[in-house]
């Protein structure tokens, strides 16, 4: 009987915390290789913290200009046929419709006026075989091909669908029929048409993502999908990812004898307006001369390099603190060297845990806090001097994705600046949290306690078939 082997192919660090932080192949039964691109710093701190003592270079990959054409052209055709399906107009807002360069503006003109003449769906699955026979030909492929039989894994696992090059590595494991298994990265990704592969097995969080993954993704037989839950929230069951509370405070600068707000910050494209909220709460507790009570501790987003928080946080110094999350970071900052250090996951936990409640725009932190049983405030205002890009937060909530939610008293909605002290102080309309737990289930699903454990079974049980 062959030895199990799973070769694990991470494309960005945010696998390493939620896949190899949360123990998920601890209980895999053979050899685990890493498949990445990592710098060499990243490997260390993977072997320290896991059991993987082997990894394995991803070869140099560059994109053939037929490959993206059809890529492009088979996304935005794609974004057309989702919308047709659940008719909501903020799918088409995934694709960027203004190109700087007037060489991006004549190629990207040209999928424009394609991709409403492919949005058939039969129309859609011929160009997925053409894009396939494309990047088979580009010499990646063929370096790729050479790796796995080499290595000769069970199976291969990959911590998301979105990744460029995870198309002709899955694509080259299929050739070689070894079995391959992806995870559907987040609760917002099936609508936006960015699923880069062609897998054997697809792992999503719930019945939710299932259905979704079967709607927009009709091709894909059933019994391909798993449901195992996500295991990033089972960091919230155990003690020992609690910073002792005297630490916590001290390192943060916080005072015990003020509750605490969290304020969490997206990405700047996706929330530019985040400072002026952050302005906003804190002008208002000091109007309300409540700042001896509270203090509001800002856990900006990891990718968010802007620094736009800093003149608010100084104008605010003694009634802001900040977080900072405990990424890795080289000096490129690209995505994929770019991961969240294991004690990382214990300020996340912490944070939640002694925080009164979280502010935001629409981000999933609402769950994080949920674990201990504590409100989330979305904003829902728009501030009345625009941002250039017309970005309104009235958009963010028509996103398929918050369809998900079954109750709107899931979450608090701060409708205007003059609520603040009633919504996010006094939390004026929030009963309990049992409609942020259906949410929960909706989304998230009843697995999640238990997800490591689920996909080491599966990939376990893919290896021996």
Known sequence: MKKNKALLLFPDGVGIRNYLYS????????????????????????????????????????????????????????????????????????????????????????????????????????????????????????????????????????????????????????DLNIPTSTVIYSWDNLPKARMALHSDHYLVWSEYMKKE???????????????????????????????????FYHQYGLDKNKKIICFSGDDVKTSPDDPSYLNDIAEEIIKANLQDEYQILLRRCPVDFSGRFNPIIEKYKDLIKEAPPLWHFNQSKEWNAVYPLKDDVKLLVSTAFYCEIVVNVGSTMAFDFGKFNKPCVFINYDQQQKNKENWSVKTIYQFQHFRSMPDENAVLWLNGKEEIIDKVIYKKGWKSNESLKEWYNVVIGEKSDYASVTISELLEKISQN
């Open 213 to 247: 993954l079967e709607l927009f993704y009709s091709e894909i037989p059933s019994e391909s999908i798993h449901i195992t839950g996500t295991p990033q929230f089972e960091f919230y069951k155990t003690q020992e990812n609690l910073i002792d509370k005297e630490t």
């Open 23 to 174: 123990g998920t192949f601890n209980g895999f039964d053979g050899d685990l290789v890493l498949f990445h691109e990592f710098d060499s710093e990243t490997i260390e701190v993977i072997e320290k913290n896991t059991s993987i003592k082997e990894n394995v270079l991803i070869p140099f990959y560059k994109e053939s200009f037929k490959e993206k054409f059809l890529r492009e052209l088979i996304c935005l055709s794609r974004l057309y046929y989702n919308n047709s399906k659940v008719d909501n107009y903020t799918l088409l807002t995934n694709w960027n419709w203004n190109q700087q360069s007037f060489s991006k503006k004549i190629f990207y003109n040209l999928i424009q006026f394609l991709a409403p003449r492919y949005k058939n769906y039969k129309s859609i699955l011929k160009l997925e075989v053409r894009y396939q026979k494309a990047i088979r030909q580009n010499h990646f492929y063929k370096n790729v091909e050479k790796i796995l039989k080499e290595v000769k894994p069970s199976v291969i696992f990959c911590s998301h669908q979105r990744a460029l090059k995870a198309a002709p590595i899955f694509s080259a494991a299929s």
